[in-house]
């Protein structure tokens, strides 16, 4: 296997019009295989930055690489194509699903996408996904997304973002707006499946104990810089910056430990 | 056959009996329209059921013929802005840049110039007739259309799961063919009914200018000539005007019932919701009753539906908030929160039905207050910190207003006064100084949070309901949150409860934590015991989630 990283950004800058640049000279590496927390506040850019990971939005500097190749050097219908290779994980859930769809349509709707014309494989597919989130596809293929919990509809987005076996899946807070439990559940599922298919995931979160408990490394997104990065254990122990300081705090007094 | 059913299979019957008679005008008609067949201005009689006009014409002839230009051409016109309007509107959103701003002036172009004035100078090049007409009545309607539908489409791309196609390589043809055009079906279908309205009427319009053909009848041209001819002023417009009205405004109103039915087709979610009235059992006013609680529910019990799908949604809960007292409500979604938030606003509305039980705010209970008294509660007795709160702005104003107009609505004071009381309390819930005018879209979800907290505050209220207060809040605003609760709320309201899926957040602000499972109180306690001895199947598991943190956690720090 190649050790190329599936998803590189480089030196990528990213504005809006003429307001100040919401991403500013980024630089992340996704491996094959790994799980990368991409953690910081609201507003500082992270979905901005998986969007540009993802190709949706062109950058005004810099480049976005797919496993090397630059994306701005590929045509429309080879990023198209290569796109096979991606998942996307919404974060709102009630948002995150086509509301005229039944849950084995949205699922589908991928291996259509990309010409797998075989109906009873593609359910096949669907139904193998649905298990690995932990939903039973007899009793969840038929239904449409508002006789869905919150939980249940994130689930059926991962499996969206799984039909195709993509090399990398990018999640934008996918369980922000779920309930706690189901929060650690999520994030615990999302660990045994890179376990067992091992997808990389670009993990995006405000939340640093979700991320410590599951990425293997972790960059810190402020004011649309990476201003740390490196693995849990070092950013918890020891953080460099103030900012990775500030959210370990509030982190662990939300934990419960130090209150002030 | 339900009420709303037989609604739309009248409106089908409606279009259908018309569009048959339109088919089938020259044999089903009694007398040749143009022909003068009897004597004129007759009323209704046994030769003509609807009448003569002032040159001795059968009326209902002229209405059965008129419905086929009518017909025709409203609905070929529609049909073609309708067309133009989808692909101009869609073709702007999805692929932007140049198309967008050369479609969009042309748009701009095409509201700019006058209607009718566009019209005669081109029905003075291309004449009259049905063909033309309709042309040029497509031209003049598509552009208010195309406008609304790139609107439309550009929110639809921010979406979610939109994103999320296009991320796994679905181009924008696929996305229009697939998703869009059906999931804007509503506002297509709103736009045909809105554009084939404009049709009948404009073609009316034209006619009466000479543009239309004066020798085709319409609906539009009969109700001119009933308004030129004097039926108003001689009674005969019951006859000759009414009639026309009456198609022109049943057609109209029957496609918009067919709009309706097939937007609920179209989104299975509107299927299910459908609002109504109020719903409390009266409960007689109780003079002698002593409160013990600023808010105590007793065995309430709420249902959503009727029947075999009704959904039990609180069963039997009772508990109390004394004064003083910070409680927190946890549970999973779909565990009665919300119902429970509602009910204690007074706020339950069909399809909810309260079976029993009663809930009361400073000793009042909801159901035993008219409606003036209620509005007086809210805001004064009990104060909401709704799930929205980032959102449930009035763009137009700044915040401060509407704070200050929080506490007009409540208590006599000037407008000055009222707007210092808010300012007083924005700064005391640490809203910055330099903000106040600030509008709600320049200001951070923390400073929305907090603004809505003061707004909550302002009126000193008995009992604050903060519900679901940290969500769309990153760990630093959550924090916040809790500090603010915890040190402010106290001072201005006697007690708070806190609602929230989030058991971590509930922990640290709570003195007792009531836990709420399938519409029951499965368990309550401090939040020590709750922590120590979690005795629920939920509460053992969000228990056990914050436990794995926090073991992740250390071991990461530990190593």
Known sequence: MSRRP??????VWKAFGQRAPVLCGVELRVHPGEVVGLVGPNGAGKSTLLWVAAGLLPV???QVLWEGADLRAMSPVDRARWRRHLGYVPQDPFDALPPHRTVLQ??????RIHGIRDSAARTERVCACLEAVGLSPTRFLARYPHELSGGERQRVALARALVLRPRCVLADEPTSMLDFALQVDLVDQIRTLRARLGTSFLYATHDLALAA???????????????????PAELLREPHHPFTAALAASARRRLGWTET | ????????????????VWAAAALGAPGLAPHDPHASVGEPWSPPGPGHPLGTNDVGQDLLSEL???????????????????????????????????????LMRLVDLCLVVPALALALVVAAFVGSGVFPTVLLLAALLWARGARVIRAQALAMLQRGWVIALRAAGARSLYLIRAHLVQALWPLVAAEFVQAMAAALTLEASLSFLGLGDPTVKSWGGMLYYAQARGAVVTGAWLWWAVPPGLCVGLTVASLAMLGFALEERVHPALRAARAGPAIWPQI?????????GVLEVEALTVEYGTGPAAVRALDGVSG???????VGVVGPSGSGKSTLVTAAMGLLRSPARVLGGSVCVVGVCWGSVDAKRARQLRGRSIALLPQTALHAWDPLRPVVDQVAEAVATHQALSRREARLRAQAVLKEVGFPKSRMGAYPHALSGGERQRAWLAMALVNGPDLLLLDEPTTGLDVLGQDELVRLVRDRTRVRSRAVVVVSHDLPTVLRLADRIVVLCDGRVVEYGPPDGILRSPEHAYTRRVVGALQALRGSWAAEVVG
């Open chain 2, 320 to 326: 109390h908030v004394r004064p003083g007292e910070l």
């Open chain 1, 60 to 62: 005004d500097r810099g």
């Open chain 1, 213 to 231: 408990r599951l990425c293997d490394r972790v960059a810190v997104l402020s004011g649309g810089r990476v201003v740390e990065q490196g693995e």
């Open chain 1, 106 to 111: 949205t699922v589908e709707e991928p291996l």
């Open chain 2, 1 to 16: 056959m339900t009420a709303s059913r037989l609604w739309v299979f009248g409106a089908g019957l409606w279009l259908a």
């Open chain 2, 64 to 102: 059965v013929h008129g419905a086929r230009t009518s017909l025709l051409v409203g609905g070929a016109a529609a049909l073609g802005a309708t067309g133009l309007a989808v692909g101009a509107g869609l073709a702007s959103a999805v692929w932007g840049g140049l198309w967008d701003r050369l």
């Open chain 2, 284 to 292: 007689p006013a109780d003079p002698l009753r002593i409160a013990r």
């Open chain 1, 6 to 11: 599936v998803v590189e950004l480089q030196d």
